[in-house]
T-cell receptor, first 115, second 110 residues
């Protein structure tokens, strides 16, 4: 196992609601990346946090926001949920920047269903 | 052109067969390349990094052709446990660390 944990494992929400997903990174890792994986697709990069600062963002609207805490755990918040937000949300931790940031270890994911 | 393209499969092969997956990428500036494996309804797991000189890990061999922007994964002596989706991954532009392909599904049958 990678040591990366996510909660909750499953979640059902209705359109317009807000959701918070949580991730604890692997011990010693200071970088957390979030991905959205729709059915039949590869993971799509949402954003990355490095030492509590957003360090890169993919093509997602501002209603997707995040935080990283001093212990390097992280939250992903999604406001005004839409049906298309239904997906597996993956958190990946890595160490530092440069080439090491590419060696990412994924948590088990949170499966979000929006009805 | 999509950033990372893979044949989605599925590839259905008998046990013991050799199977090859190919992947092309569009960003010529990409420096890091990987193959991840993803089991059904599970998270992706790093299978191997891909180096310019090519690398081998047991039954798995990865190759990189920078000139053609092409990556391959060869699996020899396929096992039932190799059944999974194989994701081709390259480092992205700017602050996008990793760009994933859609994956190629492999089913190894007895």
């Amino acid at each position: 196992e990678t040591g990366v944990t996510q909660s909750p494992t499953h979640l059902i929400k209705t359109r317009g609601q807000q959701v918070t997903l949580r991730c604890s990174s692997q011990s010693g890792h200071n970088t957390v990346s979030w991905y959205q994986q729709a059915l039949g697709q590869g993971p799509q990069f949402i954003f990355q946090y490095y030492r509590e600062e957003e360090n890169g963002r993919g093509n997602f609207p501002p209603r997707f926001s995040g935080l990283q805490f001093p212990n390097y755990s992280s939250e992903l918040n999604v406001n005004a949920l839409e049906l298309d937000d239904s997906a597996l949300y993956l958190c990946a931790s890595s160490l530092g920047s440069g080439q090491l940031v590419y060696e990412q270890y994924f948590g088990p994911g949170t499966r979000l269903t929006v009805t | 052109r999509k950033e990372v393209e893979q044949d989605p499969g599925p590839f259905n092969v008998p046990e013991g067969a050799t199977v090859a997956f190919n992947c092309t990428y569009s960003n010529s500036a990409s420096q890091s390349f990987f193959w991840y494996r993803q089991d059904c309804r599970k998270e992706p797991k790093l299978l191997m990094s891909v180096y310019s000189s090519g690398n081998e890990d047991g039954r798995f061999t990865a190759q990189l052709n920078r000139a053609s922007q092409y990556i391959s994964l060869l699996i020899r002596d396929s096992k039932l446990s190799d059944s999974a989706t194989y994701l081709c991954v390259v480092s992205g532009e700017g602050n996008t660390p990793l760009v994933f392909g859609k994956g190629t599904r492999l089913s190894v049958i007895a």
